[in-house]
C-alpha cells in the first residue's frame, strides 16, 4: 500500500506563490509516474504536472512556465512551485502515484491507482 499525504496550500493573493508538498510512504515500484491534479468545484479533476522515478516532467499546456514540479527521492517528497498563482487556480490540489515504465508521466486521472487526501489552494484578485 501506498499513501500520500499532501500539505502546503493556503490562501494567496493573486500574483503569490506557494509550494505543494507529498510525503510518500514508499515506492514499491522501480519505475513509476507522479503527478499532481487539481479539481476546482463543480469541474472535473484536471491533470498538472506529471514526473516520472528517473525525472522527466510533464505539464498541462496551459500552466508551462509558471507551475515546476520536482521530486526529492532521498526525502520521498514531490513537490508543485505554483508562482504568478491566478484566481482560476483555485482548487484541491491533490498528488497521485502508479506504477510505469514510459518516458512521460500521463496527465490523465485514470491512470494513476494511489492518491492522496488534497490539500486547498485559493486565490483571490
Known amino acids: 500500500q501506498v499513501q500520500l499525504v499532501e500539505s502546503g496550500g493556503g490562501s494567496v493573493q493573486a500574483g503569490g506563490s506557494l509550494r505543494l508538498s507529498c510525503a510518500v510512504s514508499?515506492?514499491?515500484?522501480?519505475?513509476?509516474?507522479m503527478a499532481w491534479f487539481r479539481q476546482a468545484p463543480g469541474k472535473e479533476r484536471e491533470g498538472v504536472a506529471g514526473?516520472?522515478?528517473?525525472?522527466?516532467?510533464t505539464y498541462a499546456d496551459s500552466l508551462k512556465g509558471r507551475f515546476t514540479i520536482s521530486q526529492d527521492n532521498a526525502k520521498n517528497t514531490l513537490y508543485l512551485q505554483m508562482n504568478s498563482l491566478k484566481p482560476e487556480d483555485t482548487a484541491m490540489y491533490y498528488c497521485?502515484?502508479?506504477?510505469?515504465?514510459?518516458?512521460?508521466?500521463?496527465?490523465?486521472?485514470?491512470?494513476?491507482?494511489?492518491w492522496g487526501q488534497g490539500t486547498q489552494v485559493t486565490v483571490s484578485s
Open positions: 497521485a502515484a502508479a506504477p510505469g515504465l514510459g518516458t512521460a508521466a500521463p496527465l490523465s486521472a485514470s491512470f494513476y491507482t494511489y
Open positions: 514526473i516520472t522515478s528517473d525525472g522527466r516532467s
Open positions: 514508499r515506492y514499491p515500484w522501480f519505475r513509476y509516474y
